[in-house]
């Protein structure tokens, strides 16, 4: 699942959450989704960051750095 649809789902559970009208077993389970889906969003999201970062950097003498970038994306 691609960044947009793991925070589209997270969303919906927030959703569904923020209702309160959910059964314990059912929050329980959509916490630990949500969960699960918020850290996986925030390490796609430090990737990212690292990534823009090494693509604006530059180097003493004024010139952009470059660098190779590997990932381990799924």
Do not use: W, Y
């Not at 309160?20 to 925030?42: I, M, P, Q, T, Y």
């Not at 950097?57 to 381990?72: L, M, R």
Request: hydrophobic letters at 35%; one cysteine or more.
């Amino acid at each position: 699942m691609d960044f947009e649809k793991k925070l589209g789902r997270l969303e919906e559970i927030v959703q569904k959450m923020e209702k309160g009208d959910l059964a314990l077993e059912e929050s329980l389970k959509l916490f630990e989704e949500g969960v699960k889906l918020s850290r996986e969003c925030h390490q796609r999201l430090n990737e990212a960051e690292s990534k823009v970062k090494l693509l604006m950097s530059v180097g003493a003498d004024g010139q952009p750095v470059t660098t190779d970038f590997t990932s381990e994306e799924n």
